[in-house]
Structures are given as structure tokens and as C-alpha cells.
């Protein structure tokens, strides 16, 4: 059984910001976090100090997320909501590579585990994928213009792009039309659309044949899909509470092994470990200083990082 302490081994605060995004560097050195005011933190996952403090935006245009290359450790990639991509090396650090999307809005990052392609997404609800070495799109899934009834492709703001672990040619995208989209790299639409799942941030996740989602809203908040059918095998709400007691979520987390997942958001601000087979929260919830934005647990499946709206970043061990 895998529990949180609700001790954090360490806080840091940042002011005046929100932290939007956190992720654990590849060689488990450090934790990167992204924020509301442009910029990009590469912090000491011993002690939560900063290490880099990396200008994405000079405009103040918020980070919404960051994706490490698995294949090529020190280069991560970054996306700003006024449609910017970034590459950076993150030995200087240095900038490598910018390119925007214009006239969109981003806020959806994943990178493919082989390295090779990385996915965008936003406002304009087109997912778009990219050649990592040419940096060129070679896929954009979008609804057709003018269809009102077909569902493939997203009809509003996409938040969430998730390459599937188990299988290398799967995509998932989620966002405000309460659907998830699963993506084939090889066609040109949808393959499977899973209706329900209101999706405001890094809140879809798979491990093996199952896809998580963590929704938005005051009901039916966690959903497990299996992905081969379409098929939705559990839901729970988050409480028994009335609605003004809910949390709403922004991120949800499998453990490497799948046993357990992490699920955070707002309103309550809080954060609870849940054991996948029996779709029950284990432990006590962590209840935060501001709401839960984004969460990344450890390769070793140690610690958890988080991000929270007041700015803090917090590491909890796993008990």
C-alpha cells in the first residue's frame, strides 16, 4: 500500500506566481517547475533550492507546461500560452530551438518515450505533432470545418495531450468539450472517443490497458477507461461531501507499477492517493495553502512532487 506523508520532506514558495507545471528530470538530479509569470525553475530535489531560474516569456506570458526528451536527458522542451515553443539545453541553460504557433494559445505539452516526436495543444483545439529532429508538424487533428456532429477532433480548448504508455502509435487529448480523443499516428481522425471527462489540466495518465482521467467538476471527478473497448470500468467521486466540499481536479498520476495513482485540484486543495483495483482512496489527503495545478511522482516511486496555486512547491515521501 503506498501512502503520503502529509509532512513535506521540503516547501519552497515563490511569490507573486502560480506554479503551473512540475516534472522530475530523467536522472532524478531535479525537479523543473513552470509558472504563471514566464518562467521556467530547475530546482535541487534534496532541497527544493533553485538551481536555475530560465525566462521562457519576457512578456510575462504564463508556462503552462514542460516535458524532459527521455532519449536526450538534458534537453526539455517548454510552451507558453502566447503559442511559444521552446528548446532548451539544460546544462548552460540554454535556448536551442523557438517556434509559435500563432494565434493559439498553448497549453498541452507531452513528449513521445522514444523521443523522436512531441505533441502540442490549446486553444484553437487542433493537436498538433511534431518531428523532434526537423522540429516540423507531421500530424494536426482537428474536427472539420464546419462539422457540428462528427465526434472526432476536439470542438473546444484541449488541456491535456498524453502519448499512451503501452502502446507507441496511441495519442490521448482531453479539454473542455468533455471528451477524450484517442489518436492513431498512423490515420488522419480519432480512432475512439471516451465521452464525460471535463479535462482542465495534465489529468489523463495510462499504464498498461487502462486510461485515468480526472475531471474538472463537483461529480464523478475520476474515471478509469479501458482503452481497448471504450469501456468505463470505475468512477468515484471525491467525497460524500456536498458539492462546496469537492475537489475539482487539475492532475492525475499513475504509480510505475499502476497499483496506486495520485489525484490533486482546487476548491478543497487537496491531494489523496487511491488504489487503482479497488477505486478507493488510501491514507489521509493532504490538504494545501492553494490548489493543486500539477503533480509528478518519482521513477522510484519515493516522493511526490506538486505544484500549487499560491506558488509553493512541495515534496511529500511516499509511506
Same mark, same amino acid.
Given at each position: +500500500?503506498?501512502?503520503?506523508?502529509?509532512?513535506?520532506?521540503?516547501?519552497?514558495?515563490?511569490?507573486?506566481?502560480?506554479?503551473? %507545471?512540475?516534472?522530475?528530470?530523467?536522472?532524478?538530479? *531535479?525537479?523543473?517547475?513552470?509558472?504563471?509569470?514566464?518562467?521556467?525553475?530547475?530546482?535541487?530535489?534534496?532541497?527544493?533550492?533553485?538551481?536555475?531560474?530560465?525566462?521562457?516569456?519576457?512578456?510575462?506570458?504564463?508556462?503552462?507546461?514542460?516535458?524532459?526528451?527521455?532519449?536526450?536527458?538534458?534537453?526539455?522542451?517548454?510552451? *507558453?500560452?502566447?503559442?511559444?515553443?521552446?528548446?532548451?539545453?539544460?546544462?548552460?541553460?540554454?535556448?536551442?530551438? &523557438?517556434?509559435?504557433?500563432?494565434?493559439?494559445?498553448?497549453?498541452?505539452?507531452?513528449?513521445?518515450?522514444?523521443?523522436?516526436?512531441?505533441? $502540442?495543444?490549446?486553444?484553437?483545439?487542433?493537436?498538433?505533432?511534431?518531428?523532434?529532429? &526537423?522540429?516540423? !508538424?507531421?500530424?494536426?487533428?482537428?474536427?472539420?470545418? =464546419?462539422?457540428?456532429?462528427?465526434?472526432?477532433?476536439?470542438?473546444?480548448?484541449?488541456?491535456?495531450?498524453?502519448?499512451?504508455? %503501452?502502446?507507441?502509435?496511441?495519442?490521448?487529448?482531453?479539454?473542455?468539450?468533455?471528451?477524450?480523443?484517442?489518436?492513431?499516428?498512423?490515420?488522419?481522425?480519432?480512432? +475512439?472517443?471516451?465521452?464525460?471527462?471535463?479535462?482542465?489540466?495534465?489529468?489523463?495518465?495510462?499504464? #498498461?490497458?487502462?486510461?485515468?482521467?480526472?475531471?474538472?467538476? &463537483?461529480?464523478? @471527478?475520476?474515471?478509469?477507461?479501458?482503452?481497448? $473497448?471504450? #469501456?468505463?470500468? #470505475?468512477?468515484?467521486?471525491?467525497?460524500?461531501?456536498?458539492?462546496?466540499? @469537492?475537489?475539482?481536479?487539475?492532475?492525475?498520476?499513475? /504509480? @510505475?507499477?499502476? %497499483?496506486?495513482?495520485?489525484?490533486?485540484?482546487?476548491?478543497?486543495?487537496?491531494? #489523496?492517493?487511491?488504489?487503482?483495483? @479497488?477505486?478507493?482512496?488510501?491514507?489521509?489527503?493532504?490538504? /494545501?495553502?492553494?490548489?493543486?495545478? %500539477? *503533480?509528478?511522482?518519482?521513477?522510484?516511486?519515493?516522493?511526490?512532487?506538486?505544484?500549487?496555486? !499560491?506558488? =509553493?512547491?512541495?515534496?511529500?515521501?511516499?509511506?
Amino acid at each position: +500500500m503506498k501512502r503520503l506523508n502529509i509532512s513535506p520532506q521540503w516547501v519552497e514558495k515563490e511569490t507573486n506566481t502560480e506554479v503551473f %507545471s512540475v516534472r522530475y528530470s530523467p536522472d532524478g538530479q *531535479s525537479i523543473a517547475a513552470t509558472l504563471s509569470n514566464g518562467h521556467v525553475l530547475l530546482k535541487s530535489i534534496a532541497t527544493g533550492r533553485t538551481s536555475f531560474n530560465i525566462v521562457h516569456s519576457n512578456k510575462g506570458f504564463s508556462v503552462p507546461s514542460i516535458r524532459f526528451n527521455p532519449v536526450l536527458p538534458k534537453t526539455f522542451i517548454t510552451i *507558453s500560452s502566447d503559442g511559444v515553443i521552446k528548446e532548451w539545453n539544460s546544462r548552460s541553460p540554454k535556448n536551442i530551438w &523557438t517556434y509559435t504557433e500563432e494565434g493559439n494559445q498553448l497549453y498541452a505539452l507531452d513528449i513521445h518515450k522514444a523521443g523522436q516526436i512531441f505533441a $502540442t495543444a490549446g486553444s484553437d483545439s487542433v493537436v498538433r505533432v511534431y518531428d523532434d529532429k &526537423t522540429k516540423q !508538424c507531421i500530424h494536426s487533428y482537428a474536427r472539420a470545418k =464546419y462539422d457540428f456532429t462528427s465526434p472526432s477532433g476536439h470542438s473546444d480548448r484541449a488541456y491535456c495531450v498524453h502519448f499512451v504508455n %503501452s502502446d507507441p502509435n496511441l495519442l490521448a487529448s482531453g479539454g473542455w468539450d468533455n471528451t477524450i480523443q484517442i489518436w492513431d499516428l498512423r490515420q488522419t481522425n480519432s480512432v +475512439m472517443v471516451l465521452p464525460g471527462p471535463h479535462i482542465c489540466g495534465d489529468a489523463i495518465d495510462t499504464n #498498461k490497458n487502462y486510461l485515468l482521467a480526472g475531471s474538472w467538476r &463537483t461529480h464523478d @471527478q475520476l474515471q478509469l477507461f479501458d482503452f481497448r $473497448t471504450g #469501456k468505463c470500468l #470505475k468512477q468515484t467521486r471525491w467525497s460524500t461531501m456536498s458539492d462546496d466540499n @469537492q475537489a475539482q481536479l487539475y492532475t492525475v498520476k499513475f /504509480f @510505475q507499477d499502476g %497499483s496506486h495513482f495520485v489525484a490533486g485540484g482546487t476548491e478543497t486543495n487537496q491531494a #489523496k492517493v487511491y488504489n487503482t483495483e @479497488q477505486f478507493n482512496s488510501v491514507g489521509s489527503s493532504i490538504t /494545501f495553502p492553494g490548489g493543486v495545478y %500539477s *503533480s509528478a511522482i518519482s521513477k522510484d516511486n519515493k516522493t511526490v512532487v506538486f505544484g500549487l496555486s !499560491c506558488g =509553493y512547491v512541495q515534496l511529500h515521501n511516499v509511506i
